[in-house]
């Protein structure tokens, strides 16, 4: 077991971090879930365009959007099997996001260059929930 001086700042579900600023939390430092948020940050202004178009397609990239944000939130709270059940719908539910987003600029509800910062982020988000759920053996 590593000597609890070289844990310090490093993020645990199972103990607060040494050194936190005040009102960050061990959820903060997680990659994934802050490009989440910055994911869903970048959605909202392609929302409304694609509401006005196709309001079940807009429905759907926002239920998919939070639930990718809420998944990976309540799987850094798991262990185990749950923890990896949670991180693989997230990552599922960003792969739906990121369709969403392609159907959107291919029907023409929004322009493919306004989509491209939530599409790299979402590939970012897929491609660290694939190592989270697929570790080297």
């Known amino acids: ?17 040494k050194g936190r600023l005040e009102g960050e939390t061990v959820m ?5 879930y802050d490009l989440a948020l910055q994911a869903a940050s970048a959605l909202r202004p392609l929302l409304d365009p694609i509401n006005r178009r196709d309001p079940d397609l807009c429905r759907q990239m926002r239920r998919a959007a939070s639930s990718v944000a809420m998944c990976l939130d309540e799987g850094s709270q798991r262990t185990g099997r749950d923890r990896f059940h949670l991180y693989r719908v997230a990552a599922g539910s960003a792969a739906e996001v ?18 491209a910062p939530a599409h790299a982020l979402l590939d970012r988000i897929v491609a660290i929930l694939w190592r989270l759920t697929h570790p080297k053996r």
Request: proline fraction near 12%; charge should be positive.
């Open 28 to 32: 903060s430092r997680f990659d994934a």
């Open 98 to 115: 990121r369709t969403a987003l392609a159907l959107a600029a291919t029907w023409g509800y929004i322009a493919q260059p306004q989509a």
């Open 1 to 17: 077991f590593p000597c609890p001086t070289r844990l310090a700042g490093r993020p645990t579900a199972r103990r607060p971090m």
